[in-house]
């Protein structure tokens, strides 16, 4: 199956940039050169990770970089998008992590080297567990010392990156990790999670200042989390439930980046769940961003169920699902992109992460058949093109993900590398999905060398 290159469609084009992603925790290994993150912490501690792993060894990436970048090479890719392990650069007693640094730099450089241009995330989960001693992002200073890792990575760089993210999906920080517990570090409560966004965007909006004044040419922005909320039925109750559902999890974390302001639900929330706003914070959060990343994996129904908390309803009966039981729903991407840019005016958007989990096996003689996943990539690669027809601005599609990796709390039981990752050989082997990527790449820049 072949996937995309159309002639004719945005992604063959010259200036659309395609690439593939990752993440330091969920990939790289080599946790004794490091501090102990959050994620070290969380895996500790029984009953957290499905499949009671850890991220300690993960895909070894740290000392597998130098071939991992040949495979990223010869899929003919544009752009890798990786992050930096914060706990792999500032030490508990605040002093940087010179070899920590050089990791990155020696990566960046084969990066540019080898014509791919780095996207560069600066958190993507991973808080240093120090910081989380003292309260994590539940501490307004937590924003403050983001600020300062920034500023040690930015100014080491240098002029390497091409594209900087300050945070990937504040949601799971905020509510994944300290309102429902079900990631690093695990804080339930409804008081904790619009306090600990808060902290998460104005680290977001400190941080691009920093950018604005030590990287002024390299674009940088921010990545988000989308899920469009659809009403189970035509009731009035539904309806309303979907726009509440929307509220509290897509418009509260966009709209004070772009407006300045948190939804007007903040009225209605009990006073205790209101973030601890100071005066200028929404000036800091809403500093100009030069691109707006979205991720994408699925939709969701609700349905009212009385209280503040919408039901979100699994896939209806007969739907095509993923192995994380996520309804396959391309439609859902255009709507939410179409959606984005009817209610605000924004900045050109990447899509920084689209994939699916499947339950990949490898054949006898070492072949990988994830149809699925070319069809996926497939489907929603012409939700793009169909939201681009509609007049959105898209500069860009990442897959997620490069190779098979730890999984968060789900562990290594989801696959969602298009790279089929053997754990116990390290052994990475491109699944048909990645070789009809490459093809797509290969033929897509011949027709580019022919002008
Ligand atoms: C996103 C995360 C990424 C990965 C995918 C499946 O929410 O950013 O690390 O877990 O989901």
Known sequence: MDIIAKLGSPFSKPDFTIGVATSSFQIEGDAEHREKSIWDTFCETPGKIADHSHGLVACEHVKHW????DIIDALNVDAYRFSVSWPRVIRQDGSVNDDGLAFYIGLLDRLIEKGIRPYVTLYHWDLPQYLEDEGGWLNRQTAYAFEKYAEVVVKAFGNR?????TLNEPFCSAYLGYEVGIHAPGMVG?????????HLLLAHGLAMRVLREHAPT?????????TPFYPASNEEKDVIATKLAHDHHNDWYIKPLIHGEYPELIKHIPNAHKPDVHPGDMEVISESID????NYYTRARVQDNGSEDPHQMPPAEGKETTAMGWEVFPQGLTDL????????????????????ASDDEMTPDGQVKD??????LNSHMNAVADAMAQGVNITGYFVWSLMDNFEWALGYEKRFGIL?????????TLKDSAKSLQAMLVKRKALHNQG
Do not use: C, M, W
């Open 218 to 226: 390299i674009e940088s922005g921010i990545v988000l989390n989308f």
């Open 291 to 294: 691109f707006l990343g979205v």
């Open 371 to 376: 149809l699925q996943r070319q069809r996926y």
């Open 190 to 198: 409804k008081e904790f999670g619009k306090k600990a966004i808060h």
């Open 337 to 356: 992109l179409v959606q984005l840019h009817r209610d605000y005016t924004l900045p050109p958007i990447i899509i920084t992460e689209n994939g699916l």
């Open 66 to 69: 130098e071939s991992d970048i």
């Open 420 to 428: 089929y990752v053997d754990y116990d050989s390290q052994v990475r």
């Open 161 to 165: 990156v091409y594209s900087y993210a």
